[in-house]
Each structure stands twice: as C-alpha cells, then as structure tokens.
C-alpha cells in the first residue's frame, strides 16, 4: 500500500490492508464485494482508493489518493514488451462523477495497462457509475485507446477473461505491423537538443545509418527542440511517455537517442521505463564490438565499453549488501554495485596493460618499416568515405570494404609498388565521425598516434555525401586533437562518378583536392602522382592542401 496515507486512523489503514484479501472472479472486471469496500473507504477517508488487479483476480497493490502510481518493485515482477501487456488493471474510486482523465489515459498506454477504469462513489457510499478503457492494437488511424461508454457499475457486463485473451491476441498478432520479415530489431529514433530541426532532421539521418549498419530498422523518427540548461529525461517526462506510448503502439524494440545521456539522464530513463533506451554512444559501442576482429581491436573496444559503464552502474542500495564473517567487517559490508564497480576498475586495468604492450609491438614494427626506408602514406577521413575500397584497387588486396559505416575497425597495412622498384606502405585506419566518443577516441588514441610517423595523410572525402564541410570538420578536429598537423596531408574527393563532371570541377577547386573514384582506375592518375612523389620524399610540409604540381583540371577532367 503506498500514496497518500497520512493522517488516517490506524483502523482506516487496517480497513485498506484487508483489501488485499479480496478475490475477483476471472471473468469480472471488479467484484462487487470489492467495489462495495473501496467504495465505503472512499467516502470514509475522502480519498480515492486504487487497486492494481492480476489477471487472477489478486489484489497486486492499493493505492490511496493519487493517480495510477505502479511501485518498481511491482513494475519489474509484471513486465510489458512492445508487442504484450502487462497483465495489471487499475481500478480506482472517485468522489465525483467524471469521464477518465487524459492523464489517466496516458498512463493507460504508458504502463501499457490491460484495463484502466474509474468507478463514481455515491454520497450513500455505493458504487456508481462505470467508466473504463483499453489499449488498442496497432491500427491505421493510429488510435493509441480506446474509451468504453460509462455504465452504471451493476450492469457492467464486459467478460474480462474473454475480452483480454481477444485483446492479446490481437496485440500479438500484429507483430507484423512494423516487425521486418528479415528478423531485424526495429527502433524509434528520438533527437532532443537546442538545435534547429534541420541540423537535428540531417543528424537523424546520420544515426539511420548507424542504426541500418547495427542491423536494427528504423521505423520512425521524432524531433524536440529542448532549453540549453540540462533535462532531467533530456526530453521532459511527458515528452518521453510520448515517445515510449508511440514506441510501445508501433511495436519497436528500442528507443535510440542521437544524444550521449549522461549517468544521471540513463539512470532516471531506466527507472521510468522497461523499454530499451540507449544513446548515439552506446550504439557506435555495440557496432565496433560487433566488427572487431583482431586481438587488439576486441581489446580496444572493450575497454572503452567499461569506461562508458563504469559511470552509468546503479544498484538499489543496502539491499545489494553482503555481510561480512570478520571481526571489523559486521555490517552492511560491500554492496554488489561496489563490487561490480571494482571488477570493471579491475579488468580495465587489465586491458590497459594489454594495450599498452599492442602499443610496443606497433612501435617495433615502425621501427622496422623505417629501418628498410619504406614510405607511409596512411588513408583517413569519415566513416565510409570509400578508403577500404581504395586500399584494395591500389593494391589488390582484399579488406572487407561494404557500403556501412564503421566498416573497418582494425587497422591494415599493404605495400603499394611503382617503376623502377619504388614501394611504399598504404595504411587503412578507422573511419572518424562527428562527435566520436570520448571513450573510443582516448581508446584508439595509441593505434591512431601511429599517423605521426606516416609521410602523407590522404585525407578521403565522400564527394556524395550530404555535409562534406561537417565531414571535413569532424575529422580536421581529430586529426588537430592527435597533434597530426605537423603531417602532410591531401583531400581527395572519392566517389566522383556519382556526381555531374562541372560539378566535381567545382569542388575540386573550391577545396584545392584531388578528384577521384576508387571503382574507376583512369581517374587516379593525379593521385598516384601525389603518392609517387610522397616516395621520393619530395612532399613538403603542410596541413590540407591538393595535388602539389597537379593541376585541378587535370584532376577533374579524367571523368570526361
């Protein structure tokens, strides 16, 4: 029993508690034995009285003077999926003959609830008239409820047990409605930040991608505009029910939040809801985890998924305690979220120390690239600019290379020959991506601080894409935070043969770059230009310039 119980007489309290033995039949929607008690209570307390009912008829919880209020406790014992209910109905008294609220409406959704109802309170203390309603099954005027016509409560005649094996049957069997046939997680994309709709619609679309390259299909997409200052559920309560009401009525598996939250903002969300909700951080996380192959990568991405945990773990207090057998250890002892904590600080040291000998090995193995005099000339730039594409048409090789972001996470060294026995080492790297996780850049910081001793950076850019000056921008700010300036570095437009000819004519002029198609070998004359001159050591110093002493024209016009 929880609400508002201050001030009542211990006899008031003892009347509530024995509700709890109050049975209801399976096919009754309230009995009248119970609907008599709480309405006497009712207008003995003068305060509405709600019961929580299973589908046994059992008494789960009682509720004095407020709203629909579920415990966690409860919360977690009768779970809802996108696509079931929760096996809960929630009746509850009122002094004053009223429709259901919206609110209580909302929560009917939210909770995903299988009955809500309101039952009037007489002034002789006996039940009055009957309001009720129930959620629908996903349909095409998107209606989320559906509200039952009032009746007084003694000709209520719905057969509960044979109205919720219907209403189940049909929520389970529209599974279908937006559930892909190829077996995919489907997921709800919300972005809530100070941003204009356009930057968060074109954000939005960045984080498709990475959702479509996890595997998981999106099947809507929501846009809020929030205050600069801090949110407790980063969108306001009443926003997140929105968007879990509409989570739960399409069917979605997920919520995915364009955002990083914070510990605090991941702790609030898990507490007001079963729904799975992550952020654009813990996305990138599971796509690197799912791509690492090699030793290191696995290790890199780990760790980085520790310290991205690490903040985030909650437990539920003094009821997680272990006590302690010695003499100085009675008492509460170490909780479980203390010692989960020490395991993860534990094993991160662990990976940190298996990091750092990967480092030596990388250290050892440029020693002897310099030893025998090779060039380096390492690929950069976003997440599927096409550079594990190039790497293979230069040197034959043979690197995963489809059209996914984060497609290469491990990184890959080919030797790329020219006349006269000329040779260089070509290095494929991790694609960057805007506002990349601190957790996987202070990662991969180790593999990335081995751009420093390549002799040229080309720097690829999709020509296709959308924003090529937030794509440019995103990976200068990396390079500038590993202190790579010092590097030459050339822009090379790839994927030219998706766009007009006086079109890459322009954009080649307008950024001084190299363009190029990595499928199309006589457009990479400029290029291999540039990186024949890179092995003869006659490529000076600078930040991001073009083609050195080739010309842009002769750059662009390859795709005559």
Known sequence: MHGH????????????????????????????????????????VSRPIGVFLTRRGIVEEVVVGTDVCLSPMTAAKFRAGPRSLRGLRFIRTQLHDQPLSQEAITDLAYLRLDLIGTLSVSSEGTPGRFYLAHILPPNEENRICNVLGAVPFQHCTLEFDRFIEELEAKVQAARGHHVIKNGHETAILVSASPQGRGEQEERLTELAELARSAGVTVIDRIVQRTDESPQRYLLGSGKLKEVLIRTLHQGADMVIIDQTLTPAQSRAIAEMTDITVIDRTQLILDIFARRAHSREGKVQVELAQLRYLLPRLSGRGSDLSRLGGRIGSRGPGETKLETDRRRIRDRITR???????????????????????LPIVSLVGYTNAGKSTLLNQLTGSCVSAKDRLFETLDTTSRRLRFPRDREIIMTDTVGFIRDLPKELVRTFRATLEGLREADLLLHIVDASAMD??????????????????????????????????????????????????????????????????????????HREVSSMHVSQESAALVFH
């Open 5 to 44: 119980i201050g001030g009542l007489r211990p006899s008031q309290i003892a009347a509530i508690e024995r509700l709890y033995r109050r049975r209801v039949a399976a096919d009754q929607v309230l009995g009248f034995e119970l609907a008599k008690a709480m309405s006497q209570l009712t207008l003995d």
């Open 351 to 373: 990976l940190e120390r298996e990091l750092a000998l990967f480092s030596k090995q990388q250290d050892r193995r440029r020693v002897r690239r310099r030893r025998y005099g």
């Open 468 to 541: 090529i000056d937030m794509q440019i921008a995103a990976v200068t700010d990396i390079i500038q935070d590993l202190n790579l300036d010092n590097v030459p570095r050339v822009l090379v437009f790839n994927k030219c043969d998706r766009l007009p000819v006086h079109h890459v004519e322009a954009l080649c002029r307008r950024y001084r770059a190299i363009g190029i198609s990595a499928l199309q070998p006589q457009t990479w004359p400029p290029l291999l230009e540039v990186i024949e001159k890179a092995a003869s050591g006659l490529m000076p110093g």
